[in-house]
């Protein structure tokens, strides 16, 4: 059975930081890319974050330069460092496992909510 589960959300305030992590289980991690979604309320759950099954990472230009994805393929672990935090960076932020192939297998976790307000 695959599992994420999200970890670390909470309250923030403006300009403040969090870092949110999620564990992968029932899954070969290392041969997974994984993202960092997020979903604010009234709007679509957009891609934040992405980092290859090699460590290459991309970003939404939202979040450049202020958030930081990795991963520690030896804890099946991906890590979502947010620094300068803003209310606009309020959502509820999820973990998504993805390997493509002949099928391709994409998993979800349940979610963690990350509120920035003073």
């Known amino acids: 059975q695959v599992q994420l589960v999200e970890s670390g959300g909470g309250l923030v305030q403006p300009g403040g930081s969090l870092r949110v992590s999620c564990v992968a289980s029932?899954?070969?991690?290392?041969?997974?890319?994984m993202g960092w979604y997020r979903q604010a309320p009234g709007k679509q759950r957009e891609l934040i974050a992405g980092?290859?099954?090699?460590?290459?990472?991309k970003y939404a230009d939202s979040v450049k330069g202020r958030f930081t994805i990795s991963r520690d393929n030896a804890k099946n672990t991906v890590y979502l460092q947010m620094n300068s935090l803003t209310p606009e960076d309020t959502a509820v932020y999820y973990c998504?496992?993805?390997?493509?192939?002949?099928?391709?297998?994409?998993?979800w976790g349940q979610g963690t909510p990350v509120t920035v307000s003073s």
């Open positions: 029932g899954i070969i991690f290392r041969s997974y890319a």
């Open positions: 998504n496992a993805e390997r493509k192939g002949t099928v391709i297998r994409s998993y």
């Open positions: 980092i290859s099954s090699e460590g290459n990472t």
